[in-house]
C-alpha cells in the first residue's frame, strides 16, 4: 500500500530518548488518574491524525496557491463546463484543467478535448470540443457515424442516445484550422454549425477534471 511522505517511520530511538518518554508518560499517567492507558493511547493517536490532515490541507493550499497564482497566467488555467455538448465525458458545471502550453509546441491531435473561444466575435464564451478532425481530412457524417477519410470512427466516448443531427459533409479541413465536435452529437453546435476552428482561437488542451471532487479523473 501506498505511504504519505507523513506517514514514514522514524529513525529509531536512543535508549535515553525512549526512558525520557517513558518518564514523561508516567508523569502524565500521575497528573491525570482518571483516564485508563488506553484513553490516552487513542488521544495520541487522535493528535497524530488532525497533525496530519493538518499537514495535507497546508500542502494542497500550498500547492492551490503556486497553481493559480503563478502557473495559472502561462501553463494552466480552470474552466467551467457550460452546456451539455460534451455529455457524457463532461457534465454542465464539471471544472476541468486546461494546458495552455502544450500547442505552442505541438499540433492538436484527432480526439484531444480543446478549449477555444467562440468564432462568432459577438459572442465570447469559452467552449469545449473534442477534435475529430485536422488540416486535410474530409469529414462526413451519415446515419450518427463519423467518417474520416472514408473510414467510420470508432468513438466509444459518445452519448449514444442521442446522435442524430442529419448528415453533415463531406467537407475537408483547411490548413491552419480542425474540425471539433461534441461527444453530445445530438445536442452540440459544434463545427457543423459554424466550420472549421482556426487555430488561433485555441487556448489550450483540457487534460484534467478537478470539480466535483467526487469525479476528479484525467479527461
Do not use: C
Not at 34 to 54: D, H, I, M, P, T
Not at 106 to 112: A, F, G, H, L
Amino acid at each position: 500500500m501506498d505511504r504519505f511522505y507523513w506517514d514514514e517511520e522514524e529513525p529509531k530511538k536512543s535508549r535515553r530518548e525512549r526512558r525520557r518518554e517513558r518518564e514523561e508518560l508516567e508523569k502524565r499517567e500521575r497528573e491525570e488518574p482518571g483516564k485508563s492507558r488506553r484513553e490516552r493511547r487513542l488521544e495520541r493517536e487522535k493528535k497524530k491524525r488532525k497533525a496530519g490532515v493538518a499537514e495535507l490541507v497546508l500542502t494542497a493550499a500550498v500547492a492551490f496557491v503556486l497553481v493559480f497564482g503563478f502557473v495559472r497566467p502561462y501553463v494552466v488555467e480552470a474552466y467551467r463546463i457550460p452546456t451539455e455538448s460534451m455529455v457524457p465525458t463532461l457534465e454542465v458545471g464539471d471544472r476541468v484543467l486546461a494546458n495552455k502550453f502544450v500547442y505552442r509546441f505541438t499540433e492538436p491531435k484527432r480526439r484531444d478535448i480543446v478549449v477555444f473561444d467562440s468564432v462568432d466575435e459577438d459572442d465570447y464564451q469559452t467552449l469545449i470540443k473534442r477534435v475529430v478532425g485536422i488540416a486535410g481530412d474530409e469529414i462526413q457524417v451519415q446515419g450518427g457515424v463519423l467518417y474520416v477519410n472514408g473510414e467510420a470512427q470508432e468513438e466509444p466516448y459518445l452519448n449514444d442516445t442521442d446522435l442524430s443531427r442529419g448528415p453533415y459533409g463531406p467537407t475537408v479541413v483547411p490548413e491552419g484550422h480542425i474540425f471539433v465536435m461534441g461527444d453530445n452529437r445530438g445536442n452540440s453546435a459544434d463545427s457543423r454549425v459554424f466550420g472549421p476552428l482556426p487555430l488561433e482561437n485555441l487556448k489550450g488542451e483540457a487534460f484534467m477534471r478537478f470539480w466535483p471532487v467526487s469525479k476528479i479523473s484525467t479527461v
